[in-house]
């Protein structure tokens, strides 16, 4: 199965001090390697005390390791990796961007209004990832970024940003953040893929006891249980399809971790 790495955070070049929570937070970013701009407009910012950082947008993030007045950089360099594995090299501070011939990166605080709205817009609820080897950083999304009914469930690249804090376990249904009125559920037909439907409506009743460090499974009161067959077929790729099954025995059932990033 493809391992997943999660994304993470940014520093505050000129934005916030050195003393900054590392925590993320909106702010407006710009990534540009060898003249293609990667990231432009909104991220997601964390800062460290010692000046390093880390920005991420939905598809990219860098890692930037501040030491003096220079700083090593790296990034993803693609959608679908899952580490910071391409260098950068060696930048100098510019304002409130970190430079070189080939790489610029910038990181500059959202106006007051701009932050609240932000904020107010990201999600509030958790995200979801299989206790399964090399999975501990994917993510249940809406296949293609669409929280939307009807939109399929699948395990995918955790996205850099926060578009995967969704899920709100709420009784006996998983209530989806930022689109009111939807849950999980089970999609009609011959295959019971789970999507997203209204709340309420048939196959829409899930529980689970997970948290950040005690997975559980997903699974509803006639036995009914989230599956994940493509994470046992080697060289499989993503996204994978979540099947409803019934329920396997407790030692053999694929669970989850529900988890606030």
């Known amino acids: 199965m493809k391992q997943i790495s999660a994304i993470a955070g940014a520093l505050a070049l ?3 001090s050195s003393s900054a929570l590392a925590e993320f937070r909106p702010a407006s970013c710009t990534l540009i390697v060898k003249g293609e701009t990667y990231i432009n407009g909104l991220c997601q910012f964390e800062a460290d005390k010692d000046g390093s950082f880390r920005i991420a947008s939905k598809d990219y993030f860098v890692y930037v390791n501040v030491t003096g007045k ?4 790296s990034w993803n360099a693609d959608p679908k990796a899952t580490h910071a594995h391409a260098p950068l090299g060696v930048l100098t501070r510019k304002g409130a961007c970190w430079e070189n011939a080939d790489a610029r990166i910038c990181a500059r605080d959202l106006p007051t209004a701009q932050k609240a709205a932000a904020l107010a817009a990201q999600p ?6 299989p206790d399964y080897p090399g999975a501990s950083q994917s993510c249940v999304i809406a296949r293609g970024g669409k929280w939307v009914e009807g939109a399929l469930l699948v395990l995918d690249t955790c996205p850099g940003d926060r578009s995967a804090n969704r899920f709100v ?6 209530k989806i953040d930022k689109a009111d009125g939807l849950c999980a559920g089970v999609a009609p037909g011959a295959k019971p893929l789970v999507v997203l439907q209204k709340c309420g409506g048939p196959g829409a009743a899930w ?3 997970a948290s950040a460090t005690t997975s559980a499974a997903v699974r509803s009161a006639n036995g009914i249980c989230w599956t994940i067959p493509k994470m046992a077929v080697d ?9 409803a099954a019934p329920c396997a025995n407790e030692d053999k059932q694929l669970k989850f971790f529900f988890e606030k990033s």
């Open 14 to 16: 000129g934005l916030w």
């Open 70 to 73: 220079t700083a090593e950089a």
């Open 124 to 129: 509030r609820g958790k995200y979801i990832y």
């Open 169 to 174: 376990p709420a009784g006996d249904a998983i």
């Open 207 to 209: 529980t689970a006891s």
């Open 235 to 243: 060289n499989a790729k993503f996204p994978f399809e979540i099947v």
